[in-house]
């Protein structure tokens, strides 16, 4: 079985939100912050796993600005090796990523957000994303990097809906 995902279409546009049609006609609004944010809402976490269905993949969709003078080089020399090396210690496998790239203009984003790359990452599940957001490992060996290297981020997690 092929499976094809829907995309939604920005319809409206302003600093504040960001308004998307989905396919089954639902609307979606994202509300834009000013606010910088650097570490994971714990409180979200806990939220976001009792909306996904046990055993249900899910992309997360990560949106980074580095710090400059060698953000970038962190995550992706210290962040990034750290990170792997704690899913292989907590035995999860399934983990990958699935597209990377760096952001090249600005089409329907407000004023006040800028982005430097995109990553999208696959988890066979939410609760091996929880799994590794709580754990010792992460708070003591691979957050301290991505704190590090990490000026403003969005961490969105994403289930897909599939067309025939």
């Known amino acids: 079985m092929t499976a094809q995902f829907k995309t939604n279409a920005v319809i409206k546009s302003s600093s504040s939100y960001i308004l998307f049609s989905a ?3 639902l609307f979606v609004v ?3 912050s000013n606010m910088r944010i650097t570490t994971i809402d714990h409180k979200g976490l806990k939220e976001t796993a009792c909306n ?3 055993n249900t993949p ?6 980074l600005r580095f710090k400059p003078d060698g953000g970038r080089e962190i995550y992706y020399q210290q962040y990034i090796p750290s990170f792997q090396e704690l899913t292989t210690k907590l035995q ?4 990958k990523l699935a597209w990377g ?3 090249s203009g600005r089409l329907a984003i407000a004023d006040n957000e800028w982005w ?7 988890y066979p599940d939410f609760a091996s994303f929880l799994l590794i957001a709580e754990s010792d490992g992460y708070r003591n060996d691979a957050e301290p990097f991505r704190l590090a290297a990490i000026d403003d981020c969005r961490l969105i997690p994403m289930v897909g809906f599939m067309k025939e």
Do not use: R
């Not at 899910?58 to 949106?63: G, T």
């Not at 430097?116 to 696959?122: S, T």
């Open 23 to 25: 396919p089954d006609g």
């Open 30 to 32: 994202l509300k834009l």
């Open 52 to 54: 996904i269905p046990p």
């Open 58 to 63: 899910v992309v997360m969709l990560n949106l």
């Open 92 to 95: 999860l496998e399934g983990i």
């Open 101 to 103: 790239g760096n952001v």
């Open 116 to 122: 430097d790359d995109v990553l999208l990452v696959e």
